[in-house]
């Protein structure tokens, strides 16, 4: 029992540092590409235009995918539970309950509905 429980820590922390490693990379090599794509648009704009014009293009562009990061970001307030919760502007439980869904959170509501019930199949 104790040997089964230390073999699934070790798979749990493999997997998230394997999780972990991919995203790093993946973060750095996304970073890298941003670099290359802004040196070209550069390139390109100074070719068509000026190098203000092209410094002010850039700029707003950096500027509009953080403002609408930042927009994302603030959509849900994690709980500390782990949970986000989104505010959809409606108040009361029948208002909640009648509300249209997104099939994304269906689909993840599904996969955890799922993944309980394999952990409490696999536990008995």
């Known amino acids: 029992m104790l040997h089964q429980l230390a073999n699934d820590v070790k798979d749990t922390a493999r997997a998230t540092a394997r999780a972990a490693l991919f995203s790093t990379l993946g973060g750095i090599f996304a970073l890298v590409g941003t670099g290359f794509l802004t040196v070209a648009l550069w390139l390109l ?7 203000i014009f092209a410094a002010s293009v850039i700029g707003a562009l950096y500027c509009a995918f953080g403002f609408i990061l930042m927009a994302v970001g603030l959509k849900g307030k994690a709980q500390p539970s782990g ?3 989104f505010s959809s502007g409606r108040t009361g439980d029948a208002d909640a309950a009648n ?3 997104e099939p994304f959170l269906q689909v993840a ?4 509905m799922g993944l309980k019930a394999g952990r409490s199949a696999r536990s008995r």
């Open 99 to 101: 509300a249209p869904r």
């Open 83 to 85: 949970r986000y919760e």
């Open 109 to 112: 509501e599904g996969f955890a």
């Open 45 to 51: 704009l100074v070719t068509l235009e000026s190098a």
